[in-house]
């Protein structure tokens, strides 16, 4: 079975085809991160406009991509939901119409699940129960996935996502958009250890996390050495920061999986593409004897392949959604 997947919810146009839910036939993105740029951040109705000019060509390209035509395929998946309303829009619209059309089912996906199930393409079948950490630009939590494959959340950020507080320290030190990845690029040269910014909340107990603090400090000391006339060695910040955060997921996530006695993580989410934290868990989970699964860096950031990943999942237990799929800015990935 052939499931062709869409994604509109933020700033990708991203199309994916999937068969049997775990051969990827295609994934091709028209990313609008130029459009964005002059902004310093996702501009909605920027967003919206470029989904409604790019959608149709992308379909196309993943189709040629797969060698497959639209009649080859069996059903139609989209992101419904969380993300940019009208964004989200422009995704749900397309697909009623291609699945009304072709006579095919409609899936209704769940981004944040998305992020997490896009592992079994790389991975084979995830066997839950799983601990997953899910961090995008809008998104951070901790959850489990539980042997039915429902999910619980056990705890989230308070304030920022953490591809949020990547993307506005960036900005803040002049680097272009996405941040993210920028400044994983400029830690490299740095000393993690060179300015010891704030791990809030990281010995509370609970697995909520606050980041907004340590965005404050970070900007406060950068303030502070301009005032001083110092010149900040901005690799020691990027790599400084960067270490604060990771140690808090890091932290958290592995004592949700020992609290919970579940030895296997995933790392989800645009931020699992951070080249720090990828090295860290992958230690901590060696020593730890846990499995850690973590998909390439294409598929961690937005991309169609998790999508049809997902909507293929929802395929095969039978529950394909009706012609009236809303769309949801704020669906949980649990309940
Ligand atoms: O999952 P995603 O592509 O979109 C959302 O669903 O939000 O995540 C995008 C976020 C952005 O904030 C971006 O800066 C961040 O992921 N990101 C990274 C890296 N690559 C992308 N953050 C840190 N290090 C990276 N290498
Ligand atoms: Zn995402």
Known sequence: MLVLGIETSCDETAVG????????????????TDLHAPYGGVVP??????????LL???????????????????????????????????VSAAKGLALAHDLPLLGVNHLRAHVEVAQLEYGDLTPPLVA????????????????GTFRQLGSTIDDAAGE??????????????????????AWGGDPSAYAFPRAMQHDGSYDMSLSGLKTAVVRELRRLEAAGQEPDLADV???????????????????????????VVLA????????????????????????????????TD?????????????????????DLAVDPNLPLAG
């Open 303 to 323: 991309n169609g392949a998790m999508v049809a990943a997902s909507g293929s999942n929802l395929l095969a237990a039978g529950s394909s959604a009706g012609i």
């Open 133 to 148: 950490l899910v961090v995008s630009g809008g998104h951070t939590s901790i959850v489990v996935m539980d042997e039915d």
């Open 57 to 91: 060509p992308t379909i196309d390209r993943a189709l040629v991509q797969s060698g497959a035509r639209l009649s080859d395929v069996d059903a139609i998946a989209v992101t419904h939901g969380p993300g940019l309303v009208g964004a989200l829009l422009v995704g």
């Open 17 to 32: 085809i999937v068969e049997d839910r775990l051969t990827l036939h295609a994934n091709v993105i028209a990313s609008q």
């Open 269 to 300: 989410g645009g931020v699992a593409a951070n080249s720090r934290l990828r090295q860290r868990f992958a230690a901590a989970c060696e020593t730890n004897g846990q499995r850690l699964v973590v998909p390439s860096i294409p598929l961690c």
């Open 165 to 186: 507080a990547f993307d506005k320290i960036a900005r803040f030190i002049g680097l272009p958009f996405p941040g993210g990845p920028e400044i994983d690029k400029l």
């Open 238 to 264: 990027a790599a400084s920061f960067q270490e604060a955060i990771v140690d808090v997921q890091l932290e958290k996530t592995l004592a949700a999986a020992a609290a919970e006695d579940i030895d296997q």
């Open 45 to 54: 109705e920027v967003a919206a406009r470029a989904h409604l000019e790019q």
